[in-house]
């Protein structure tokens, strides 16, 4: 049974849905004064496109093992949650990887 919910969650449109992509945005604006406050500089470039954070976000399986990846590119770079000390920029990319 997992490794069928595991097909379902990489091989349906769930993750890059207009609904779930929604979603992150709408959580994403919840949080953003929390962000801002936790970390360097917090700028997430356009959220706006629910669309774009769909193609951000691509997912693979090993047997009931689901990896979702997500890789957002913004004109600030990447930012950690704690850069107390930076002295230089982030990268310009960020990957985030669930597993």
């Known amino acids: 049974m997992a490794d069928s919910l595991a097909d379902k969650l990489v091989q349906s449109p769930i993750l890059t849905s207009t609904e779930f992509c929604q979603d992150i945005k709408n959580q994403i604006d919840q949080d953003t004064s929390l962000l801002q406050l936790k970390s360097y500089a917090a700028d997430l470039g356009n959220l706006t496109d629910v669309g774009a954070i769909g193609g951000a976000i691509s997912s ?25 000390l930076a002295r230089s920029p982030p990268p310009a990319w960020a990957s985030i990887s669930i597993t």
Do not use: E, F, H, Q
């Open 60 to 84: 693979t399986r090993v047997n009931d093992l689901v990896t979702i990846t997500v890789n957002w590119a913004t004109s600030g770079g990447a930012w950690p949650s704690v850069m107390p």
